[in-house]
């Protein structure tokens, strides 16, 4: 811990359960009360909302500027020496792109971090995510094994690629379900399941494979007026810690399912899926009605 300081439950102002994440639409970082101990908290990390000791401006952005997590972080713990130290990222386990929605870890003290980042360097953290992307993935599940290595855009963005001489990076797309916007466009809606955690991981590979993210120009995506942000959600996470395990799903927020309500099943055997994967639940609870909707 830090010096002798204990460790306190953090204000009840600043938490927030999953279930009212289902309902509301929440636009700063809370803490999520189920999913969280002394010394490792759980945050939700809304969109627009950056996770990086420095932010570069993207002057095509279409927002405003970004909320430093950090900068929340400090307000409101100011009194832990960790929310002051760059060299730890203030106690950011791993980091969101500042689009992407979702979980975060942030350790309050120096013991739950390094604990925490050891789980990651041993690959026994669990983390999921939900996209959207152009075209269609079919052949479920995949396992995409392309190197990836560390750029910049023409813009000054961080911009990742593939390279032979680039860092291991292993991204399985767990799950796909096809779906069509009136037009007919097709689109993957996806589980995706990280076992590295490089730089722009999903959004790099996915875009290597021909299916680069919904609202993503970064990577060669669309930008439809119906989606202002890329289609990428941190939606589960899970670890063992000392105290016992940490485990969380955060809902997709609004933005996100309403910018895939447009969309409608593809084929019939999306159409009438109704148990079993995340993707085929997602959809539902979407409000689209599979077994209904289907495309002509």
């Not at 052949?139 to 961080?158: H, M, Y």
């Not at 590979?205 to 930008?223: F, K, N, Q, R, S």
């Not at 609004?254 to 159409?271: C, G, S, Y």
Request: aromatic share 8%.
């Amino acid at each position: 811990m830090d010096g002798s300081e204990q460790l306190m439950p953090p204000p009840a102002e600043l938490c927030i359960s999953v279930a009212r994440l289902e309902t509301d639409v929440i636009s700063e970082p809370l803490i999520l009360s189920e999913a969280s101990q002394p010394e490792l908290y759980a945050l939700w990390k809304p969109p627009n909302c950056s996770a990086a000791s420095e932010e570069i401006r993207n002057p095509a952005a279409r927002s405003e500027e970004p909320l430093a997590l950090r900068n929340w972080l400090q307000e409101h713990f100011g009194h832990r020496a960790i929310v002051h130290d760059e060299s730890v990222t203030y106690g950011m386990v791993h980091r969101l792109d500042r689009f992407t929605s979702g979980v975060l870890l942030w350790a309050p003290c120096y013991q739950g971090l390094y604990e925490a980042r050891l789980q990651f360097a041993a690959r026994r953290v669990q983390k999921e995510y939900l996209c959207l992307a152009q075209g269609v993935v079919k052949d479920v599940p995949l396992l995409i094994k392309a190197r990836i290595a560390e750029g910049s855009s023409e813009l000054g963005a961080t911009r990742s690629y593939i390279s032979p001489i680039g860092r291991h990076a292993f991204t399985e797309v767990v799950d796909s379900a096809t779906l069509a916007d009136p037009d007919g466009q097709l689109f993957s809606l996806m589980q995706v399941r990280l076992h590295t955690g490089r730089t722009h991981q999903i959004r790099c590979h996915l875009a290597h494979e021909g299916h680069p993210l919904v609202g993503d120009p970064v990577y060669g995506g669309i930008t439809p007026s119906w989606c202002q942000r890329h289609w990428l959600h941190a939606w589960k996470l899970s670890l063992q810690m000392t105290r016992g395990p940490v485990a969380v799903q955060v809902p997709v927020p609004h933005d996100l399912r309403r910018a895939v309500q447009r969309l409608r099943p593809a084929e019939v055997a999306d159409a009438f899926r109704t148990t079993g994967p995340a993707t085929s639940h997602l959809v539902n609870f979407y409000g689209i009605n599979l077994s209904h909707e289907l495309v002509p």
